[in-house]
C-alpha cells in the first residue's frame, strides 16, 4: 500500500467522520445518553443518601463483611442504572431518532464500568486485577460489539491434534481464563464465608470451625467439577478412573487423610480450642493459635512456631493444662535455718506470697486455693519448706510469677531475720597429743 492509497483512506474517513458530526441524530442520541447517565448518577446518589447500608465503606473500617458487601453493591448502582436505562434507550432511540449507534456505546462504555468496579472493590491482588483489566475488559468490550463470535471461530480453528486428542487455542485460552475467575471467586467466597461464620456469636468456637472447614472444602470442591467441565472432561470417565485411582492414593495418603480426619475429631470433641497451653509427651509446650484440618499450630513463649498433626493429639497422650480451668497450683522451694521460728516463718511467707497482684487470695478465694507454706522435710543444713499458690494462666510469658516469688520471698525472710543456710562441715580433732607428737 503506498502512500497515496493511505492519503486517500484518510481523506475518506475524516469525511465520514465530519458527516456524522454534522447529522442531526448524532447529537440527538448524545443528549439522549447526557441525559441517561445523569439521570443514573443523581437518582444513586440519592439512593445511598437515603440507604445509609450502601454508602461507600472505609477501607480501613472495621465492618462487618454484609456491610462491606452492601458498600460495595452502592458503588455499581450507577452503572447498573445506566445499564438499565440505556437498554430501553437504543430501542427508543432507533424507533424515534432512526440510530442507536452512539447509545450502544454508551451502553458498552456503562458496561466497562461494572466490570472495572468490580475488580477494584473485590481483587486485591496486584496481578490477578492486572490481568482481569487487561484480559477482561477486551473481551467485555468484544462481546457488547457482537465481535467476540467471529473471534472464537478463529480460535477454535487453530488446533493442535494429539493422538485422540485435540487441543485448540480457544480451548487453552478458556481453560486459563476462567480457570483463573473460578479459583479467584473461591477464594473470595471462602474468606467472605469464614468471616461471617465466625462472627456468630451464638456459635461456639469449635461449630465456627467446623463450618468454616466445611464450607472451604465444598466450595474448592466444586470449583474443581466446574473446572472440569470447562475443560471438556467427562465426569463419568473420571469416576471409573478416580476408583482405581483412589485406591492407589488411599496408601500414599492415609497420613494425609487421617490427619485430616483427626482435625474433624479435635474440633468436634471439644478437647483443644484456640488459647489453650499443651504439653506434648515429648516435653514441648505452647499456646495453641490455629487450628486446621491437618495440623495444630503451637506458638512457643520464646517466639516459635510448633506445627504439629492432628493425629498426634487422637493417638497420643498430651497434657492441656488450661482446658476447663485457667487456674493452676505452683510450688517454690526454699529451706530456712533450723534454730528460726518456724511457725513465724509459715505466716511471714503465706501474707508475702498473698500480697502478689497475680496470686489467688482473699477471703472469697476457697481455702484450698489460698497460698500455703509446709515443711517439706529436714535437710542436712537446714529445714525444707515450699510455698503452694495458685494464679489465673501459665507461669511464663506474661505472667512470670515464680521468679518475683522467689525474690520476694528472700526479702521477706531477711526483712524478718531469717537466714537461709548453706552447706556447712565441721572438722573435729579427736587425739590432740598424737597430733601434736607426728607434728614433732
Known sequence: MDLESIYQRLITLSDQILLVLLQTETYAQLALVMLIYAFAFFFANRLRAYLPAFAEAPPDAPLSPLRRAAGHIGNLMFPLLSILALGFAVELSASLIGQSWLVKVALVIAMLLVYNAIIRDHVRNEFIAFVFRWAGLPLVF??????????????????????????????????????????????????????????????????????????????????????????????????????????????????????FISGIIILLDRSISLGDYIELEDGRTGVVRELTLRSTTLETYDGKDI??????????????????????????????????????????????????????????????????????????????MFVEFWMEGIDDGRNRVGGDLMLLIYDTMREHGFVIPFPQREVRVLNKQSLNDDRQ
Open 142 to 259: 468484544l462481546y457488547s460489539v457482537e465481535w467476540l463470535g467471529p473471534l472464537i471461530s478463529i480460535l477454535e480453528s487453530m488446533q493442535v491434534t494429539l493422538g485422540n486428542i485435540q487441543i485448540s487455542a480457544y480451548g487453552v485460552v478458556r481453560v486459563l481464563l476462567f480457570g483463573s475467575i473460578l479459583f479467584w471467586l473461591g477464594r473470595l467466597s471462602n474468606n467472605t464465608g469464614q468471616e461471617i461464620i465466625r462472627r456468630q456469636e451464638k456459635l461456639d468456637f469449635r461449630a465456627k470451625e467446623v463450618a468454616a472447614k466445611l464450607l472451604q472444602v465444598t466450595i474448592f470442591f466444586v470449583i474443581f467439577l466446574l473446572l472440569l467441565q470447562i475443560m471438556g472432561i467427562n465426569l463419568t470417565a473420571l469416576a471409573v478412573f478416580g476408583g482405581a485411582v483412589g485406591v492407589g492414593l488411599g496408601f500414599g495418603l492415609q497420613a494425609i487423610a487421617s490427619n
Open 307 to 384: 506445627m504439629v498433626p492432628n493425629e498426634k493429639f487422637v493417638t497420643e497422650s498430651f497434657t492441656n493444662w488450661t482446658h476447663k480451668n485457667q487456674k493452676q497450683r505452683y510450688r517454690v522451694d526454699f529451706s530456712v535455718a533450723y534454730d528460726s521460728d518456724i511457725h513465724k516463718l509459715v505466716e511471714v511467707i503465706k501474707a508475702a506470697v498473698a500480697s502478689h497482684p497475680q496470686v489467688l487470695s482473699g477471703d472469697d478465694i476457697p481455702l484450698e486455693e489460698r497460698p500455703d507454706c509446709e515443711i517439706d522435710g529436714f535437710g542436712d543444713s537446714g529445714v525444707n
